[in-house]
Structure formats: C-alpha cells, structure tokens
C-alpha cells in the first residue's frame, strides 16, 4: 500500500507518522519550503520568533505524552496557564505549551525519517497513490478538484484570516503580562510575549489582528504594519517604535467542527477544522485519519 499524503503541517505529519510506523510507503508533498504550516516560525536577527500559532494545549492523554516527550528532550515547556485580558481581569485556563526553538521545531521532530518532499506543489488528486490525505485547509483541498464527499465536506469548512505582526524592540519596556487576548479592538485579537514564551526574554511582540481588520488587507500585508504597530504601542502603553514584519494567514482559524476523518475511500480531508482548532486537534485529526486508512485495508 501507498498514501500521499499532501501537507506537512501537524495534521498531515502525524498522520505520515503513524502510517510510516505501520509499515505503509508514505510520501509527503509540502508547497512550502520548510514544514509546520501554521505551526510557524521565522528567523529575525538571528533568533526564531512564532508568527503562526501561539501555543499549544495538551489535554488529550496521547498527545500529552508526546508534549512530555518533547519536554524530555528540551523541545516543548509548559509556559503559562494565565493570560491577561484588554480590557478586563486576567484569565486562567489550562496549561499551554511552547518551544524554546520556535513552534516549527515540533514539526521538524515530527518529520524527522519521513519522505518529506518541499517546494512542491500538488495540482491534483495524485492517481498513482492507493490513498490521498489532504492536511490542510478546506478551501485549499478545493483547488485540486478532490471528489463530491471531500469537496462538500470543504466548502462546509469556515475559516478566518489573520495578519501577525512580528514587532521587535531595542529593549523590554511593558510589564510581564505573557500574552494577552484583546476584546472588541478594531485592529487587534491577541498580543503575545515572544521573548516570554520562548524564555529568552527578547524584546519581541507578536500581534494577531481581527479577521475583519486582516480581510480588506490581504493582498498588500506589509502596508498594514504601521497600524499594526500603533495599535500594540497604544495598548500597552509603550514609546519605542519596533521594526515590524507582516505575515499573512489566508486560512487562520476554522470555526469549531465535527470530529472527522471524511472520505469518499481513496481521498481523505484532516486538520483542525474537525473538532475545537487547536495544535492537539490537528495532531488527532492525522492520526485518526491514518488509523482510518489503515483499518480500511484489513477489511
């Protein structure tokens, strides 16, 4: 049996991982030239800074153990169960993750000994493969034509953009606050400590704005960096003005789905759009969705 699987964020990984380890020849097609998706991470001045998700949460026993693995390894740390809130009183929830290398370098962990395959774009259903997984999300699985149960089970998928705005400054200036959602704020969702969640206390924010304001903008990023910015330094109450880079997220957040995998028996849909968007709901999804294919052989 052969499965390619297309996408090497987590859902499409742990879903080439779990088939690898059952013994399946599994290729990897990856558009981009590093894997992570939005499990991102990019080098300014010599330093990683995550500019896709925040963080992750691991609350399901599996993916706890594999949180405890990176821990082990020194590749993940619990960072904080305590964001502030703008306006409002600080929020506690469960324990999130980071990594001290960036986020992408859970994705390269989960690589490692796969048949990754970068910078190569997949325009179509590959014929020559026993099953396909499309990782990804539904609006892109839509531009390679998958089949009626696949495409319906796409355009059903919601999704929002996001702008995140990598703000670095020549030196710390707020208080500790870790990260912060914001509410009703016409430019910002979220605010993040990238110098606290990756422990080296660099002068560095990254904001996540609202879909409405990223919508309008997407085609010209770089050109909202100065509001972007502006908006931080009035919310935190800073002076310094940061160098700013502007990453687009088309595909950002997906509204809360139902559990997946869907399947029409040879092409299969995953990612964080079957369940509550998370990390760990991605990493589920690719697994759930290689144990599917594989019980579908044994019968």
């Keep these: 049996m052969n499965v390619v699987v297309v996408g090497a964020g987590i859902a499409g990984l742990a879903c080439a991982r779990e088939l690898t380890a059952a013994g399946v020849d599994v290729r990897v097609h990856e558009r981009g030239r590093v894997v992570g998706g939005r499990l991102a991470s990019k080098r300014f001045d010599g330093r990683y800074a995550d500019l896709g998700a925040a963080y992750f949460v691991a609350d399901d026993p599996d993916f706890a153990a594999l949180a405890e693995s990176w821990r082990a390894r020194g590749l993940a740390r619990p960072w904080t169960d305590t964001f502030a809130v703008f306006p409002g009183e600080p929020t506690t929830g469960p324990v999130r993750w980071a990594a001290p290398g960036g986020l992408r370098s859970l994705a390269e962990d989960l690589a490692q000994g796969l048949d990754v395959t970068l910078s190569s774009t997949v325009e179509t259903i590959p014929a020559d493969a026993d099953a396909v997984v499309l990782a990804m999300p539904g609006p ?23 702008l995140a705005a990598v703000c670095t400054y020549p030196e710390r200036s707020w208080k500790d606050f870790r990260g912060a959602f914001v509410n009703d704020h016409p430019v910002l969702a979220a605010v993040w400590d990238d110098g606290d969640r990756r ?34 330094t009035e919310l935190l109450g800073l002076d310094a003005q940061p160098a700013v880079h502007v990453h687009r997220w088309t595909y950002a957040q997906p509204s809360p789905g139902e559990p997946g995998p869907v399947t029409d028996g040879r092409v299969w849909l995953a990612g964080d759009a079957f369940g509550k968007p998370r990390v760990q709901t991605a990493w589920l999804s690719g697994r759930a969705t290689a144990r599917a294919i594989l019980q579908s052989t044994e019968r």
């Design 199 to 232: 422990g080296d206390l660099a002068p560095v924010l990254v904001a996540h704005s609202t879909a409405d304001f990223a919508r309008p903008r997407l085609t010209d990023p770089a050109a909202a960096a100065s509001e972007l910015a502006a908006a931080v």
């Design 140 to 162: 892109q699985a839509l531009r390679l034509d998958p089949p009626a149960a696949v495409a319906d089970a796409a355009r059903a998928q919601v999704w929002e953009p996001v």
